[in-house]
């Protein structure tokens, strides 16, 4: 008489241990993602002087990525429905490997344009999957620690990212920093440290095999159907909300792909005529300059969880917003006052993020 194999439910869930492996395995995936996205931050002025871009260029970069991440991502969870949650992040992560070996392959703005779109159709449904995987491991309260972990190690790549001229030196300075710097050299190693994307999704693909003969995983709900004429039902609140993100983000981010050249431009500007025309200064203002912009991702980190739990403590999120909201319009102002410490302003809006 054959023995019926067990029922699924009749498995152990997972342990806490062999779940927090998988959270970190997914953020170290994810922080592949962010300091891909982040790496060109530095090198507006390398590409400049070496490859004649221009600002408008340049903006191009972080725009070709945002428009392909528009187109996709409403398709990249149908993706992870249609072909499961371990091979659609192991695709979307091999298309930010991609983006990134098409960026640095050729001093091109056309190549280095599709090479940022290849990006953006990979790194933002990358985004949705990790979030997928989270919610199959954890629920609860132990969710939402999970979402700040998560975050929290995706942005200390973008940190990393920002002070890449510091501690890579040797990527962009390969002749010294009395020698003019390199624009490939800094995107090779981007493209190297994206695998990181590709390896946590491999590592996360193993686990989840190991794991559904081992474990009784969550599963997610029935995907809903996707209804444009629903969206018009939502009421007035959410679309504030949308509206109120969109002018943030349209914001925030313009300014983090041009802030390293801007406070570069004012440090040079402090140091004065004889300084900085040496040939060094350029460099460690430059090193300076991606300290500073990495200030509002490293606040961030902190301030966020903190406002969290005030909004959790007091309640009015509205006001909050509100206040937050305010808070941004003496930002870019306060950045062009020689005056005022740029550490001041890059802090003022780090909770919003």
Not at 68 to 97: H, M, P, W
Not at 117 to 134: F, K, M, P, R
Not at 180 to 189: C, D
Not at 235 to 243: E, G
């Amino acid at each position: 008489m054959s023995v019926a194999p067990p029922l699924t439910n009749s498995l152990p869930d997972p342990s806490k241990s062999y779940r927090w492996i998988v959270l970190i395995v997914v953020s170290v995936a994810m922080a592949g993602n962010y300091y891909t996205y982040d790496s060109i931050n530095p090198l507006e002025r390398i590409f400049a002087d070496q490859l004649n871009f221009s600002a408008s260029q340049f903006g191009w970069l972080n725009a070709s990525y945002s428009l392909a991440a528009v187109c996709t991502l409403l398709i990249g969870g149908i993706l992870i429905d249609r072909f499961g949650l371990r091979k659609a992040l192991f695709l979307f992560s091999a298309l930010c490997v991609l983006g990134a070996i098409l960026t640095a392959f050729k001093g091109n703005f056309y190549v280095m344009v599709a090479g940022r779109t290849v990006l953006g159709l990979g790194a933002e449904s990358q985004i949705v999957a990790v979030t997928v995987a989270l919610a199959r491991w954890f629920k609860g309260k132990e969710l939402s620690f999970a979402f700040g972990v998560n975050l929290t190690i995706a942005r200390v790549a973008s940190i990393a990212a920002d002070n890449a001229p510091t501690w890579a030196r040797f990527a962009y300075y390969p002749n010294g920093i009395n020698a003019a710097p390199s624009w490939q050299r800094p995107l090779i190693l981007t493209a190297v440290v994206s695998l990181l994307a590709v390896i946590g999704a491999l590592v996360y693909w193993a686990m989840e095999v190991h794991a559904e003969t081992h474990y009784h995983l969550g599963k997610s709900g029935e995907p809903d159907k996707l209804s444009f004429r629903e969206g018009l039902k939502f009421n007035p609140s959410y679309w504030y909300a949308v509206a109120l993100c969109f002018t943030f983000y349209s914001g925030i981010f313009p300014f983090r792909t041009f802030a390293i050249d801007l406070f570069t431009s004012k440090i040079l500007g402090m140091m004065g005529a004889a300084v900085a025309s040496a040939p060094a200064s350029f460099a460690l203002a430059q090193q300076q300059a991606g300290r500073l912009n990495s200030m509002l991702p490293f606040s961030a980190m902190i301030a966020t969880p903190l406002f969290g739990l005030l909004a959790d403590k007091f309640g009015k999120r509205a006001t909050l917003m509100m206040f937050g909201s305010l808070l941004m319009v003496p930002v870019y102002l306060m950045v062009r006052q020689p005056e005022i410490s740029i550490l001041v302003s890059l802090l003022l809006p780090a909770k919003e993020i």
